[in-house]
């Protein structure tokens, strides 16, 4: 077993006994991959492609059906592979007998209502308890690993080369679908292996809703255009959002530019192990207050990145949650006039001692 999963693996069972449970059944993709680095995504529709059961001792072991048999022993060679060939609980239930489980938790959050509630009655039958239970693994993995930080500087890497190709080709007259297409495209033919949610390209007044859909709008030179692009690399997200003018910047643009550039700025400055979360927050929302856009900047300031694009921490303005060494979060306030333009600019960095290193290469609108 890598020395990296060998402590993920101890860490979360001493999670598991400091809360009395005999082992955890885990069944979401991220959490599966991150224990056990089997691939395999989840269909939807609450049909997983498979489970990880991690006893407090003995085992690990990957549950799955025959479709995964092969993937599963090359991916996750540390974890003995058991195959379900008639419904989970028929496997399970032996397993737990087996390892003496009296009392475990699963993730009720990656399971339908309908399938917890079967593994609740069907343990329950043979005098176990299974609790639903969330956010063991996810708290784990708000602290990356060596390895972990490697595989996110490069994924940041490649999204920062993606964007330098599509501003090569990108020109007055573009559609904003046509825009998100082309950076998709880039994304794949540059060797990622998916984009880690749909790209958003949002010019004038769409760049005003932060979640904005790109539409068959024309894009035209003068006009500021939020481009906000992630891709999957080696398992791991980036996430980035550039606003960009084709040609002149008008005055009122190059203000908004400037101040969601400065509550950035006192947003990454005030990032440090042992900081709170909505201190992070304050920083940016001050400046942008002070400035008398409160009410145009409506989202957290940041948010975890992994193998999910969005995951712990969040930056949000409740959050008391003290900032940890090697945390990789994304600082990316926003303004929004209604009706009119949008502005948002995100990099990602990763928490240290003594503040934050920036991941990416920042160069755009350094001039203003
Ligand atoms: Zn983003
Ligand atoms: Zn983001």
Redesign the pocket.
Known sequence: MTPAREKRLAALRRALARRGFDGLLVAGYANRRYLSGFRARDMGLGESAGLLFIPRRGGPFLLTDSRYELAAGEEAPDFEVLIYRSGLLKILRPLLRDLGVRRFAFESAWLSHAAALRLIEGCAAEGVRAEAASGLVERLRRVKDESELAAIRRSVRLNEEVFAAFMERFEPGMTERAAARMIENLMIGMGAECPSFPTIVAAGENGAKPHAEPSERRIERGEPVVI?M?LVLGGYCS???RTVVLGRVNPEMREHIRLVRRAQKAAIAAVCAGVEACAVDRAARRIIRDAGHGDHFGHAT??G?GLD??EAPSLNSRSHLRLRRNMVV?V?PGVYIPGRAGVRL?NMVVVTEKGCEVLNRDTTFLDL
């Open positions: 906000d992630g996430d980035m959002t940041g948010h990145v694009v969005h994304t990316e995100e």
